[in-house]
Protein backbone atom coordinates (compact mmCIF):
# COMPACT_ATOMS: atom_id res chain seq x y z
CA UNK A 1 0.00 0.00 0.00
CA UNK A 2 1.04 3.88 -1.13
CA UNK A 3 0.83 6.16 1.66
CA UNK A 4 -1.91 8.43 0.51
CA UNK A 5 -2.78 11.69 1.81
CA UNK A 6 -5.71 14.46 1.01
CA UNK A 7 -2.64 17.47 0.18
CA UNK A 8 0.65 16.92 -0.60
CA UNK A 9 3.03 20.34 0.10
CA UNK A 10 6.57 20.20 -1.46
CA UNK A 11 8.24 22.89 0.24
CA UNK A 12 8.56 24.93 3.59
CA UNK A 13 9.18 28.41 3.04
CA UNK A 14 6.14 30.91 3.40
CA UNK A 15 4.20 29.99 0.72
CA UNK A 16 4.04 25.99 1.68
CA UNK A 17 3.70 26.71 5.33
CA UNK A 18 0.93 29.47 4.92
CA UNK A 19 -0.81 26.95 2.23
CA UNK A 20 -0.30 23.98 4.92
CA UNK A 21 -2.32 26.31 7.83
CA UNK A 22 -4.92 27.36 5.67
CA UNK A 23 -6.24 23.78 5.04
CA UNK A 24 -8.42 22.81 6.75
CA UNK A 25 -7.74 20.61 10.30
CA UNK A 26 -9.33 17.61 8.92
CA UNK A 27 -7.29 17.51 5.75
CA UNK A 28 -4.61 14.72 5.72
CA UNK A 29 -1.36 16.86 4.67
CA UNK A 30 1.86 15.62 4.09
CA UNK A 31 4.97 18.46 3.51
CA UNK A 32 8.13 17.40 1.93
CA UNK A 33 11.19 19.62 2.13
CA UNK A 34 14.46 18.95 0.25
CA UNK A 35 17.00 20.05 3.62
CA UNK A 36 15.77 21.21 6.97
CA UNK A 37 12.94 23.24 7.78
CA UNK A 38 14.08 26.53 8.27
CA UNK A 39 16.47 26.76 5.09
CA UNK A 40 14.25 28.24 2.70
CA UNK A 41 14.62 31.98 1.06
CA UNK A 42 11.79 32.64 3.13
CA UNK A 43 14.13 32.36 6.25
CA UNK A 44 16.89 34.63 4.91
CA UNK A 45 14.21 37.83 3.62
CA UNK A 46 15.43 40.50 5.69
CA UNK A 47 13.68 44.15 4.17
CA UNK A 48 10.12 43.20 5.01
CA UNK A 49 6.50 42.45 3.26
CA UNK A 50 4.72 45.54 2.18
CA UNK A 51 0.80 46.08 2.87
CA UNK A 52 -1.69 48.44 1.71
CA UNK A 53 -1.75 51.39 4.30
CA UNK A 54 -5.07 52.58 3.41
CA UNK A 55 -7.87 52.95 0.84
CA UNK A 56 -5.85 56.25 -0.25
CA UNK A 57 -2.26 54.58 -0.69
CA UNK A 58 -4.00 52.13 -3.61
CA UNK A 59 -3.53 53.71 -6.64
CA UNK A 60 -0.02 54.28 -5.66
CA UNK A 61 0.99 50.82 -4.72
CA UNK A 62 -0.92 49.79 -7.47
CA UNK A 63 1.37 52.32 -9.68
CA UNK A 64 4.70 51.53 -7.94
CA UNK A 65 4.48 47.78 -8.87
CA UNK A 66 3.21 48.47 -12.04
CA UNK A 67 6.37 50.57 -13.19
CA UNK A 68 9.00 48.55 -11.48
CA UNK A 69 7.15 45.14 -13.62
CA UNK A 70 7.78 47.51 -16.51
CA UNK A 71 4.39 47.33 -17.05
CA UNK A 72 3.94 43.63 -18.19
CA UNK A 73 2.15 42.74 -14.57
CA UNK A 74 -0.94 40.66 -15.02
CA UNK A 75 -3.41 43.74 -13.59
CA UNK A 76 -6.12 41.36 -11.70
CA UNK A 77 -2.94 39.44 -9.69
CA UNK A 78 -1.97 42.94 -8.93
CA UNK A 79 -5.15 44.56 -7.45
CA UNK A 80 -6.06 40.87 -5.75
CA UNK A 81 -2.40 41.06 -3.79
CA UNK A 82 -2.46 44.15 -2.86
CA UNK A 83 -6.65 44.56 -1.46
CA UNK A 84 -5.35 41.20 0.21
CA UNK A 85 -2.77 42.72 1.84
CA UNK A 86 -4.32 43.87 4.86
CA UNK A 87 -6.19 40.85 5.90
CA UNK A 88 -2.65 38.79 5.45
CA UNK A 89 -0.83 40.75 7.89
CA UNK A 90 -3.99 40.59 10.13
CA UNK A 91 -4.10 36.63 9.68
CA UNK A 92 0.11 37.08 10.29
CA UNK A 93 -0.06 38.53 13.45
CA UNK A 94 -3.19 36.66 14.96
CA UNK A 95 -0.31 32.74 14.21
CA UNK A 96 1.75 35.15 16.62
CA UNK A 97 4.26 37.18 14.14
CA UNK A 98 5.47 40.14 15.79
CA UNK A 99 6.10 43.78 13.52
CA UNK A 100 8.20 46.63 14.43
CA UNK A 101 5.77 49.23 16.44
CA UNK A 102 5.96 52.56 18.17
CA UNK A 103 5.85 53.27 21.77
CA UNK A 104 2.19 53.33 21.69
CA UNK A 105 1.54 50.21 19.79
CA UNK A 106 1.65 51.53 16.22
CA UNK A 107 3.08 49.82 13.28
CA UNK A 108 5.82 51.18 11.57
CA UNK A 109 6.64 50.96 8.20
CA UNK A 110 9.80 51.42 6.44
CA UNK A 111 10.42 51.92 2.70
CA UNK A 112 12.74 50.13 -0.04
CA UNK A 113 13.56 51.11 -3.84
CA UNK A 114 10.49 51.17 -5.86
CA UNK A 115 7.99 52.19 -3.39
CA UNK A 116 6.75 55.79 -2.86
CA UNK A 117 5.40 55.87 0.80
CA UNK A 118 6.71 53.99 3.70
CA UNK A 119 4.62 50.98 3.35
CA UNK A 120 6.72 47.87 4.63
CA UNK A 121 6.19 46.53 7.34
CA UNK A 122 9.43 44.77 9.34
CA UNK A 123 11.18 42.92 12.29
CA UNK A 124 14.70 44.43 12.74
CA UNK A 125 16.34 43.05 9.81
CA UNK A 126 15.30 39.65 10.10
CA UNK A 127 11.35 39.92 8.77
CA UNK A 128 11.94 36.30 6.68
CA UNK A 129 13.29 34.91 9.96
CA UNK A 130 10.58 36.23 12.03
CA UNK A 131 7.36 35.26 9.86
CA UNK A 132 8.77 31.68 8.74
CA UNK A 133 9.78 30.58 12.57
CA UNK A 134 6.25 31.46 13.45
CA UNK A 135 4.52 29.44 10.54
CA UNK A 136 6.93 26.43 11.56
CA UNK A 137 5.21 26.84 15.47
CA UNK A 138 1.64 26.86 13.86
CA UNK A 139 2.38 24.27 11.37
CA UNK A 140 4.30 21.91 14.09
CA UNK A 141 1.03 22.68 16.53
CA UNK A 142 -1.40 20.90 13.73
CA UNK A 143 -2.10 16.99 14.37
CA UNK A 144 -3.33 16.90 10.95
CA UNK A 145 0.24 18.01 9.33
CA UNK A 146 2.97 15.60 8.40
CA UNK A 147 6.24 16.89 7.81
CA UNK A 148 9.56 15.08 6.64
CA UNK A 149 12.73 17.05 5.95
CA UNK A 150 15.66 16.02 3.45
CA UNK A 151 12.98 14.30 1.17
CA UNK A 152 13.11 15.65 -2.49
CA UNK A 153 10.25 15.98 -5.04
CA UNK A 154 11.94 14.32 -8.11
CA UNK A 155 8.87 13.97 -9.78
CA UNK A 156 4.57 13.91 -10.20
CA UNK A 157 2.43 10.91 -10.48
CA UNK A 158 -0.01 11.50 -12.56
CA UNK A 159 -2.32 10.54 -14.96
CA UNK A 160 -5.36 11.50 -17.55
CA UNK A 161 -7.12 12.63 -14.77
CA UNK A 162 -3.97 14.52 -13.25
CA UNK A 163 -1.75 15.07 -10.46
CA UNK A 164 -2.64 12.10 -8.09
CA UNK A 165 1.27 12.32 -5.90
CA UNK A 166 4.72 12.81 -6.22
CA UNK A 167 8.23 10.59 -6.60
CA UNK A 168 10.10 11.39 -3.48
CA UNK A 169 14.01 10.44 -3.01
CA UNK A 170 15.62 10.60 0.32
CA UNK A 171 19.02 11.49 0.96
CA UNK A 172 20.72 8.11 -0.14
CA UNK A 173 18.47 8.63 -3.22
CA UNK A 174 16.26 6.08 -2.09
CA UNK A 175 12.69 6.62 -4.19
CA UNK A 176 9.19 6.47 -2.51
CA UNK A 177 5.27 6.99 -4.45
CA UNK A 178 3.12 9.23 -2.09
CA UNK A 179 -0.08 9.83 -3.35
CA UNK A 180 -2.18 12.88 -2.86
CA UNK A 181 -5.84 14.55 -4.23
CA UNK A 182 -3.85 17.48 -4.92
CA UNK A 183 -0.41 18.61 -5.00
CA UNK A 184 0.72 21.92 -4.20
CA UNK A 185 4.58 23.51 -5.58
CA UNK A 186 6.08 25.86 -3.23
CA UNK A 187 9.67 24.93 -4.21
CA UNK A 188 10.91 28.32 -4.22
CA UNK A 189 13.13 29.89 -7.02
CA UNK A 190 15.87 28.84 -9.00
CA UNK A 191 19.19 30.85 -7.14
CA UNK A 192 21.14 27.58 -6.30
CA UNK A 193 21.96 27.07 -10.69
CA UNK A 194 23.96 30.23 -10.29
CA UNK A 195 27.71 30.64 -8.88
CA UNK A 196 26.54 34.46 -7.29
CA UNK A 197 22.94 34.52 -5.79
CA UNK A 198 21.24 35.37 -2.50
CA UNK A 199 19.64 31.71 -2.34
CA UNK A 200 20.58 29.06 -0.85
CA UNK A 201 22.06 26.58 -2.67
CA UNK A 202 19.51 23.91 -2.60
CA UNK A 203 17.28 25.67 -4.08
CA UNK A 204 17.61 24.90 -7.71
CA UNK A 205 13.94 25.43 -9.41
CA UNK A 206 13.61 21.84 -8.82
CA UNK A 207 9.44 22.45 -9.28
CA UNK A 208 10.54 24.39 -12.08
CA UNK A 209 12.16 20.90 -14.02
CA UNK A 210 9.68 19.27 -13.08
CA UNK A 211 6.99 20.97 -14.75
CA UNK A 212 9.20 20.78 -17.86
CA UNK A 213 9.36 16.97 -17.99
CA UNK A 214 5.83 16.99 -17.54
CA UNK A 215 4.69 19.04 -20.07
CA UNK A 216 3.16 21.41 -17.79
CA UNK A 217 2.94 25.43 -19.00
CA UNK A 218 5.78 27.91 -18.00
CA UNK A 219 6.14 31.40 -17.80
CA UNK A 220 8.51 33.74 -18.63
CA UNK A 221 11.45 32.04 -17.16
CA UNK A 222 13.68 34.65 -18.47
CA UNK A 223 12.36 37.25 -15.98
CA UNK A 224 15.13 37.01 -13.01
CA UNK A 225 15.61 39.66 -10.65
CA UNK A 226 19.71 40.19 -10.14
CA UNK A 227 19.52 42.23 -6.73
CA UNK A 228 21.66 45.46 -7.17
CA UNK A 229 23.90 45.41 -3.70
CA UNK A 230 25.05 42.17 -1.94
CA UNK A 231 28.48 42.22 0.08
CA UNK A 232 30.86 41.00 -2.35
CA UNK A 233 32.89 37.89 -1.31
CA UNK A 234 35.34 36.13 -3.32
CA UNK A 235 34.26 32.80 -0.54
CA UNK A 236 31.93 29.65 -1.98
CA UNK A 237 28.08 29.76 -1.07
CA UNK A 238 25.56 31.84 -0.91
CA UNK A 239 26.08 35.73 -1.13
CA UNK A 240 24.61 37.89 1.73
CA UNK A 241 22.13 40.36 0.42
CA UNK A 242 22.43 44.03 2.15
CA UNK A 243 18.67 45.02 1.40
CA UNK A 244 17.03 47.66 0.24
CA UNK A 245 16.17 49.17 3.46
CA UNK A 246 19.53 50.24 4.26
CA UNK A 247 19.51 52.68 0.81
CA UNK A 248 15.69 53.14 2.13
CA UNK A 249 17.08 54.23 5.35
CA UNK A 250 19.53 56.73 3.47
CA UNK A 251 23.03 54.65 2.30
CA UNK A 252 24.41 56.08 -0.94
CA UNK A 253 26.04 53.88 -3.61
CA UNK A 254 29.94 55.27 -4.20
CA UNK A 255 32.10 54.20 -7.53
CA UNK A 256 35.82 53.36 -7.20
CA UNK A 257 36.36 57.18 -7.21
CA UNK A 258 33.79 57.50 -4.03
CA UNK A 259 31.58 59.62 -6.23
CA UNK A 260 27.23 58.91 -6.64
CA UNK A 261 25.99 57.94 -9.54
CA UNK A 262 22.63 56.98 -9.24
CA UNK A 263 19.50 57.51 -7.39
CA UNK A 264 19.65 54.55 -5.27
CA UNK A 265 15.76 54.09 -4.58
CA UNK A 266 15.14 53.41 -8.29
CA UNK A 267 13.66 50.05 -9.01
CA UNK A 268 15.95 47.25 -8.84
CA UNK A 269 16.44 46.83 -12.21
CA UNK A 270 17.66 50.41 -12.57
CA UNK A 271 20.25 50.80 -9.71
CA UNK A 272 21.67 47.12 -11.14
CA UNK A 273 22.14 48.21 -14.66
CA UNK A 274 23.93 51.67 -13.40
CA UNK A 275 26.29 49.21 -10.29
CA UNK A 276 27.33 47.25 -13.47
CA UNK A 277 27.86 49.97 -16.19
CA UNK A 278 29.93 51.44 -13.28
CA UNK A 279 32.17 48.24 -12.75
CA UNK A 280 32.72 48.43 -16.33
CA UNK A 281 33.82 51.77 -16.40
CA UNK A 282 36.23 51.36 -13.53
CA UNK A 283 37.04 46.96 -14.24
CA UNK A 284 36.07 46.71 -10.69
CA UNK A 285 34.06 43.66 -9.53
CA UNK A 286 32.00 46.22 -6.64
CA UNK A 287 30.94 49.31 -5.76
CA UNK A 288 30.70 50.80 -2.35
CA UNK A 289 27.84 51.28 -0.14
CA UNK A 290 28.06 53.52 2.29
CA UNK A 291 25.40 54.23 5.23
CA UNK A 292 28.17 56.57 7.12
CA UNK A 293 25.01 59.10 8.00
CA UNK A 294 23.55 57.11 11.00
CA UNK A 295 25.28 56.74 14.51
CA UNK A 296 26.66 52.81 14.92
CA UNK A 297 24.34 52.38 17.76
CA UNK A 298 20.97 53.27 15.52
CA UNK A 299 22.89 50.59 12.81
CA UNK A 300 23.36 48.21 15.11
CA UNK A 301 19.62 48.43 16.43
CA UNK A 302 17.99 49.26 12.99
CA UNK A 303 20.10 46.82 11.00
CA UNK A 304 21.64 43.74 13.76
CA UNK A 305 21.98 41.07 11.36
CA UNK A 306 23.42 42.96 8.63
CA UNK A 307 25.78 44.86 10.75
CA UNK A 308 26.91 41.41 12.80
CA UNK A 309 27.67 40.38 9.51
CA UNK A 310 29.60 42.61 7.98
CA UNK A 311 31.76 42.82 10.76
CA UNK A 312 32.82 39.23 10.49
CA UNK A 313 33.36 39.50 7.06
CA UNK A 314 35.86 43.01 8.63
CA UNK A 315 33.50 45.68 7.74
CA UNK A 316 32.27 48.41 10.01
CA UNK A 317 29.56 49.44 8.29
CA UNK A 318 29.29 52.38 10.58
CA UNK A 319 33.02 53.42 9.91
CA UNK A 320 33.64 52.87 6.35
CA UNK A 321 31.60 52.11 3.23
CA UNK A 322 31.20 47.98 2.05
CA UNK A 323 31.70 46.67 -1.23
CA UNK A 324 28.93 45.67 -2.86
CA UNK A 325 28.01 43.47 -5.61
CA UNK A 326 25.28 42.34 -7.92
CA UNK A 327 23.63 38.44 -7.73
CA UNK A 328 21.20 36.49 -8.62
CA UNK A 329 18.34 37.14 -6.57
CA UNK A 330 14.68 36.14 -7.41
CA UNK A 331 12.76 34.69 -10.05
CA UNK A 332 9.52 36.47 -11.49
CA UNK A 333 8.81 34.10 -14.28
CA UNK A 334 7.83 30.56 -13.40
CA UNK A 335 4.64 27.40 -13.60
CA UNK A 336 1.96 29.30 -15.55
CA UNK A 337 -0.53 29.20 -12.73
CA UNK A 338 -4.56 31.46 -12.80
CA UNK A 339 -4.82 33.74 -9.99
CA UNK A 340 -6.24 30.60 -7.98
CA UNK A 341 -2.85 29.19 -8.12
CA UNK A 342 -3.82 26.33 -10.54
CA UNK A 343 -1.19 25.26 -13.15
CA UNK A 344 -2.42 23.74 -16.79
CA UNK A 345 -2.02 20.34 -14.86
CA UNK A 346 -5.32 19.50 -13.09
CA UNK A 347 -5.14 18.77 -9.29
CA UNK A 348 -1.69 20.18 -9.25
CA UNK A 349 -1.20 24.07 -7.79
CA UNK A 350 1.83 25.94 -7.64
CA UNK A 351 2.56 28.68 -5.19
CA UNK A 352 4.96 30.91 -4.30
CA UNK A 353 8.21 31.83 -6.11
CA UNK A 354 7.59 28.69 -8.12
CA UNK A 355 4.98 30.19 -9.55
CA UNK A 356 3.62 32.92 -12.16
CA UNK A 357 0.85 34.34 -12.05
CA UNK A 358 2.11 37.68 -13.44
CA UNK A 359 1.76 39.69 -10.49
CA UNK A 360 5.32 41.09 -10.57
CA UNK A 361 5.75 41.61 -14.68
CA UNK A 362 8.99 41.97 -15.71
CA UNK A 363 10.41 42.86 -12.36
CA UNK A 364 9.50 42.61 -8.85
CA UNK A 365 9.11 45.50 -6.29
CA UNK A 366 10.87 44.96 -3.41
CA UNK A 367 9.17 43.34 -0.26
CA UNK A 368 6.13 41.95 -2.55
CA UNK A 369 7.47 38.56 -3.04
CA UNK A 370 6.52 37.50 1.07
CA UNK A 371 3.32 39.17 0.31
CA UNK A 372 1.87 37.42 -2.88
CA UNK A 373 3.59 33.64 -1.62
CA UNK A 374 1.21 34.25 1.22
CA UNK A 375 -1.62 35.71 -0.77
CA UNK A 376 -2.51 33.09 -3.91
CA UNK A 377 -1.15 30.20 -0.99
CA UNK A 378 -4.54 31.32 0.77
CA UNK A 379 -6.26 31.51 -2.77
CA UNK A 380 -5.02 28.05 -4.21
CA UNK A 381 -6.17 26.46 -0.81
CA UNK A 382 -10.00 27.98 -1.41
CA UNK A 383 -9.51 26.11 -5.06
CA UNK A 384 -8.47 22.97 -2.99
CA UNK A 385 -11.43 22.73 -1.24
CA UNK A 386 -14.00 23.86 -3.71
CA UNK A 387 -12.98 20.69 -5.71
CA UNK A 388 -11.62 18.55 -2.90
CA UNK A 389 -14.95 16.39 -2.30
CA UNK A 390 -15.07 15.40 -6.43
CA UNK A 391 -11.23 13.50 -6.42
CA UNK A 392 -11.81 9.86 -6.02
CA UNK A 393 -9.09 8.56 -3.78
CA UNK A 394 -5.91 8.22 -6.01
CA UNK A 395 -4.39 4.93 -6.98
CA UNK A 396 -0.98 3.81 -8.36
CA UNK A 397 -0.64 1.11 -11.32
CA UNK A 398 2.49 -0.84 -10.94
CA UNK A 399 3.61 0.61 -14.23
CA UNK A 400 3.13 4.25 -13.14
CA UNK A 401 6.76 3.62 -11.44
CA UNK A 402 9.30 5.30 -13.75
CA UNK A 403 12.96 4.90 -13.70
CA UNK A 404 15.06 7.82 -13.08
CA UNK A 405 18.61 8.52 -13.92
CA UNK A 406 21.11 8.53 -10.71
CA UNK A 407 21.28 11.87 -8.37
CA UNK A 408 23.61 13.78 -9.88
CA UNK A 409 23.03 12.79 -13.81
CA UNK A 410 19.09 13.59 -12.81
CA UNK A 411 20.36 16.83 -11.03
CA UNK A 412 22.45 18.04 -13.79
CA UNK A 413 20.03 17.37 -16.92
CA UNK A 414 17.67 19.48 -15.00
CA UNK A 415 19.88 22.53 -14.80
CA UNK A 416 20.83 22.61 -18.23
CA UNK A 417 17.04 22.14 -18.94
CA UNK A 418 16.23 25.50 -16.93
CA UNK A 419 19.31 27.57 -18.05
CA UNK A 420 18.76 26.38 -21.83
CA UNK A 421 15.40 27.79 -21.94
CA UNK A 422 16.38 31.04 -19.84
CA UNK A 423 18.96 31.06 -23.04
CA UNK A 424 16.25 30.30 -25.82
CA UNK A 425 14.42 33.07 -24.28
CA UNK A 426 16.51 36.07 -23.68
CA UNK A 427 20.34 35.29 -25.12
CA UNK A 428 21.97 38.40 -23.78
CA UNK A 429 20.66 38.11 -20.26
CA UNK A 430 21.82 34.14 -20.45
CA UNK A 431 25.54 35.95 -21.57
CA UNK A 432 25.83 38.46 -18.95
CA UNK A 433 24.12 36.74 -15.99
CA UNK A 434 24.17 32.93 -16.05
CA UNK A 435 27.17 32.12 -18.09
CA UNK A 436 29.17 31.73 -15.14
CA UNK A 437 26.27 29.94 -14.00
CA UNK A 438 26.82 27.28 -17.26
CA UNK A 439 30.42 27.19 -17.11
CA UNK A 440 30.06 25.70 -13.27
CA UNK A 441 30.69 21.95 -13.95
C1 LIG B 1 18.35 36.96 1.01
C2 LIG B 1 16.91 37.17 0.60
C3 LIG B 1 16.22 38.27 1.10
C4 LIG B 1 14.90 38.48 0.73
N1 LIG B 1 14.22 39.54 1.27
C5 LIG B 1 12.91 39.68 1.00
C6 LIG B 1 12.14 40.69 1.64
O1 LIG B 1 12.64 41.45 2.46
N2 LIG B 1 10.81 40.76 1.33
C7 LIG B 1 10.20 39.94 0.44
O2 LIG B 1 9.00 40.06 0.21
N3 LIG B 1 10.92 38.96 -0.15
C8 LIG B 1 12.23 38.80 0.10
N4 LIG B 1 12.94 37.80 -0.49
C9 LIG B 1 12.25 36.87 -1.38
C10 LIG B 1 11.38 35.93 -0.59
O3 LIG B 1 11.99 35.55 0.60
C11 LIG B 1 11.08 34.66 -1.41
O4 LIG B 1 10.90 34.96 -2.72
C12 LIG B 1 9.81 34.07 -0.97
O5 LIG B 1 9.84 33.95 0.41
C13 LIG B 1 9.64 32.73 -1.65
O6 LIG B 1 8.97 31.88 -0.79
P1 LIG B 1 8.66 30.41 -1.24
O7 LIG B 1 7.94 29.79 -0.10
O8 LIG B 1 8.05 30.41 -2.56
O9 LIG B 1 10.10 29.73 -1.44
P2 LIG B 1 11.26 29.44 -0.41
O10 LIG B 1 11.09 30.21 0.83
O11 LIG B 1 12.53 29.56 -1.15
O12 LIG B 1 11.04 27.92 -0.04
C14 LIG B 1 11.27 26.89 -0.96
C15 LIG B 1 11.14 25.58 -0.23
O13 LIG B 1 11.10 24.51 -1.18
C16 LIG B 1 11.97 23.46 -0.75
N5 LIG B 1 12.35 22.70 -1.93
C17 LIG B 1 13.02 23.12 -3.03
N6 LIG B 1 13.10 22.11 -3.93
C18 LIG B 1 12.47 21.04 -3.37
C19 LIG B 1 12.22 19.71 -3.78
N7 LIG B 1 12.65 19.26 -4.97
N8 LIG B 1 11.55 18.88 -2.95
C20 LIG B 1 11.11 19.31 -1.74
N9 LIG B 1 11.32 20.56 -1.29
C21 LIG B 1 11.98 21.41 -2.10
C22 LIG B 1 13.10 24.21 -0.07
O14 LIG B 1 13.85 23.35 0.77
C23 LIG B 1 12.30 25.25 0.71
O15 LIG B 1 11.74 24.68 1.88
C24 LIG B 1 14.26 37.58 -0.15
C25 LIG B 1 14.97 36.48 -0.65
C26 LIG B 1 16.28 36.28 -0.28
C27 LIG B 1 17.00 35.11 -0.83
Not at 114 to 125: A, N
Request: with cysteine.
Amino acid sequence: MNETYDVIIAGTGAAGLFTALQLPGDYKVLMITKDELEKSDSYLAQGGISCLLSEKDYDGYFEDTMKAGRQENNTESVRIMIQSSRQIIDELIAYGVEFERDEDGKLLYTREGGHSRYRILYHQDVTGKEITSTLIERVKERENITIRTFTTMIDLIADEAGCKGVVVADREDHKEWILAKSVVMATGGIGGLFVHSTNFRHITGDGLAIAMRNGIELENLHYIQIHPTTLYSQKEGRRFLISESVRGEGAVLLNEKKQRFVNELLPRDVVTAAIKDEMDKYGSDFVYLSIKHMAKEEIAHRFPNIYKKCLEEGYDLAAEPIPVTPAQHYLMGGIRTSVNGETSMPRLYAVGEVACNGVHGANRLASNSLLESLVFAKRAVQMIQKQWACIPAPVLLEEEKKQYLPNRERKEADRKRILDEIKRKDGTFYAKWCDNAAKRG
